[in-house]
Every structure is written in structure tokens, then in C-alpha cells.
């Protein structure tokens, strides 16, 4: 079994899916959490600049997207197909494209031009982009195949942390995403995750 | 044989490394592109998971999210990486690129001709040396990202710079090692076949 380091600051952010994933899977692994004075003498060691990185026997991976299907795929939760794969990673993309429209209204510098892109990010564009989502999930309830994979969690990921900050749509309208939701929280390593990872404000 | 139809805007844009890929592989698909003003009709009554093109069909399934079809088809052709960590390399290599190709696409589509002129040279400045910098500290001196063959890390770096060196001309000169990926990728007899017949583009 290899072993695994994975560091980044001591937030969710864009860690957060990797652990889910390290979770569900049952894998054990170093949860580093760095204080901010200890980053500027990591920095020029990690590949891009930027964390988190992940480490595995010696080699370093960045980039957190990449970091989670490497281990998702260690786990066989990315999908057992190719093209089962290219769903899951389909899923994950379109989360992505959510989560940094979100990311550009919270970092907007100008206080009433994020005022208003706030509201139409929760008042037009969410609901329209749940809609969407909404329809890719199976009758399984789940986004690829009949079993948990990579693209449930970023789901959850995704919608979790966007919540933390933004007001979401009335999440019980649409009945697809509530299936993954509760596949998701109802996986024992996730749900023990849930319960034990520490509070941070972001 | 499984049928491919990979549909996107009349461009090269966010389906070229599709359509390099598919190249490389030498595995045969229809490219269907549609012009801009076309789109708005054929929104509605056209298979898009999100509505938004590209999306590729495979035997009537549609995916959408260029990097999802493009994984996809690299790996059809056999260029991901042999093994799990090679792959996770090379998605890496390809999202850090997209870091950099962002910034690059906000400056080419800035509109305000003065907006732009600063933000072609903060890029061009800032932004793009270090990038190459990196990048040429990953490259093997084989002149490939990840292993000893060509993989999708390879092909993703030459269409960025194809890209890029339409705007800044000599950006490659001095850098060995990404000069020996850049010729890897045209000497792929598929590759150099796709470059000489593509349609010729703006974007």
C-alpha cells in the first residue's frame, strides 16, 4: 500500500474533495494542515507553487481535480467503463464551471457589483444549473452507473461548500440531486468524514 | 468500430485538442461545426447535457466539457500514460496549462482596444515566462512530458503554444527541451497530416 501525503491549508477549499474521496474509498492517509508562515518554505517545493499536493511514495502530484481522480481511480470510484469514466469526469467539470462562477462573485472587489451578481448567481443561475444537473442523474440515483463514484462526491463537494456562502435553491424540488446527496452522506467512510473533520471557516 | 461525432463552434478553440487527439490516433470521426449565428435556433432542438457545445457523441451517448471528451479520446488512442501516476501527471501538466490558457483567452477576447494592449503585455510579462520557465523544467530531454512516449500532456502543451506564439512570436526560443516536445507532436504522421488539411480558423 503506498503511502499518502496530502497537504494544504487548514481549510475544506480545494482539498476538500480529495479527503471525501481518501473517505469513501477506506484509505488511510496524511491530512497536513499548514499554517500560513510554514507555506512561503513549501512553495518553491511543490510543482506549481500551490497546494494542495499530494504525495505518493516520494512523487508529488498537484492540481486538486487531477489529485482526486488519481486516488479515485486507486479506489476504482471513477467511473469502470472509458466511457463511464469520461461521465464522471464530464460531472466534475460542470461542477467546476459552478463552483468558480461562485468563486469570481465572492473575490468581486467592488461592493455593489458583487451585490448584484450575488443575486443573479442564486436567483437565475442556480436554479437554472440544478435543472440541468438535476436531469444527468440516473435512475440509480447516482450520476454514472449504479454505484457511488467521483462524480457524486464532487456533487456534494461542490454544492456544499457553494452553500457555505451563497443561498442555494430549494434543493428538495429537484429529486435527482437529493438521491446523490443522500448516497453520498449515507457512504460510511463519507458519513464518518462528516461527523470528525475539523471546523474551518473556509 | 464504434461512431464519433464531435460537434463544436466552426473554430478551433476548445475542440482542436479533440480534434489533435482524434488525429494522433488516426481514429476516424465527423466534425460537425456550426457557425456562431446559427446557434441560437439550433440550441433548443440539439442533444446537449448542459447546452453547450462541444459535445461529443459515441454510439448515440453525448458527453459534454471539452477535458472530459478529450481524456476520452486520448484515451481511445492510447496517450494518457501507461500507468495510474503517469496519467495523474499529465492531467496535471494539462490543468496547470489551463491556468496559464485562461488568462491568455481573457486577453485575446478583451474588446477595449487599450484594455487589451496592457493585458497582451502583463501576459506577455508576467504571466507567460515563468509558465514556459516551469514547463521546461517538466519536460524530459526525450522532449516528452510524462514517460518516454507521446501522451495527451504533450499534444495539450503544442496546441496551447499554437495558440500563444500567434501572439508572441519568438515566446519558444531558448527552450530546448518544450522546442523537442513542439517537434514530437508535428512529426506524429497523424498530427502533421491534421495540420496541413485543417480548416483555417481565427480562433
Redesign the interface.
Known amino acids: 500500500m503506498p503511502a499518502y501525503k496530502l497537504t494544504y491549508f487548514n481549510g475544506r477549499g480545494t482539498a476538500e474533495i480529495v479527503r471525501l474521496v481518501f473517505a469513501a474509498a477506506g484509505i488511510s492517509y496524511e491530512d497536513v494542515r499548514l499554517e500560513q508562515d510554514k507555506w512561503p518554505e513549501l512553495k518553491p517545493k511543490t510543482?506549481?507553487g500551490q497546494v494542495p499536493i499530494l504525495e505518493?511514495d516520494g512523487?508529488m502530484?498537484?492540481?486538486s481535480?487531477?489529485?482526486a481522480?488519481?486516488v479515485a481511480?486507486?479506489a476504482g470510484l471513477a467511473g469502470k467503463t472509458?466511457?463511464e469514466?469520461?461521465?464522471v469526469?464530464?460531472v466534475?467539470?460542470?461542477m467546476d464551471d459552478m463552483g468558480k462562477k461562485g468563486n469570481a462573485v465572492f473575490w468581486e472587489k467592488d461592493e455593489e457589483t458583487k451585490a448584484e451578481k450575488k443575486k443573479e448567481y442564486e436567483e437565475t443561475f442556480l436554479p437554472q444549473f440544478f435543472t440541468?444537473?438535476n436531469?444527468?442523474v440516473g435512475d440509480s440515483g447516482h450520476f454514472v452507473g449504479d454505484e457511488l463514484t467521483l462524480a457524486d462526491i464532487t456533487y456534494f463537494n461542490t454544492t456544499n461548500l457553494v452553500g457555505n456562502y451563497f443561498k442555494l435553491p430549494n434543493m428538495e424540488e429537484f429529486s435527482g440531486l437529493k438521491k446523490v446527496t443522500e448516497h453520498v452522506t449515507s457512504n460510511p467512510g463519507i458519513a464518518k468524514w462528516l461527523k470528525e473533520r475539523p471546523e474551518t471557516p473556509f | 468500430m464504434p461512431t464519433y461525432k464531435l460537434t463544436c463552434f466552426n473554430v478551433r478553440g476548445r475542440a482542436e485538442l479533440i480534434r489533435l487527439l482524434f488525429a494522433a490516433g488516426e481514429i476516424p470521426y465527423e466534425d460537425v461545426r456550426i457557425e456562431w449565428d446559427k446557434w441560437p435556433e439550433l440550441k433548443p432542438i440539439s442533444d446537449t447535457p448542459m447546452g453547450q457545445i462541444p459535445t461529443l457523441e459515441v454510439d448515440g451517448q453525448v458527453i459534454c466539457q471539452s477535458m472530459a471528451i478529450a481524456r476520452f479520446v486520448a484515451g481511445k488512442a492510447g496517450l494518457l500514460g501507461k500507468t495510474n501516476m503517469d496519467q495523474a501527471r499529465a492531467d496535471m501538466l494539462l490543468d496547470g496549462g489551463m491556468d496559464v490558457g485562461k488568462l491568455f483567452t481573457e486577453m485575446v477576447m478583451e474588446k477595449d482596444a487599450s484594455k487589451k494592449a496592457e493585458k497582451k503585455k502583463e501576459f506577455g510579462e508576467k504571466h507567460l515566462p515563468p509558465f514556459l520557465a516551469l514547463y521546461e523544467g517538466f519536460a524530459g530531454d526525450n522532449g516528452h512530458f510524462v514517460g518516454d512516449s507521446l501522451t495527451w500532456s504533450d499534444i495539450g502543451f503544442f496546441n496551447m503554444m499554437d495558440f500563444i506564439t500567434a501572439e508572441y512570436p519568438g515566446a519558444l526560443d531558448g527552450y530546448c527541451k518544450l522546442n523537442k516536445v513542439i517537434d514530437n507532436v508535428k512529426s506524429n504522421p497523424g498530427v502533421a497530416k491534421w495540420l496541413k488539411e485543417r480548416p483555417v480558423t481565427n480562433h
Do not use: G
Request: positive net charge; aromatic residues 4%.
Open positions: 510543482p506549481m505518493v512523487t502530484l498537484c492540481q481535480n487531477s489529485i481522480r488519481y481511480k486507486q472509458p466511457m469514466q469520461a461521465r469526469d464530464m466534475m467539470d460542470v440541468c444537473v436531469k444527468l
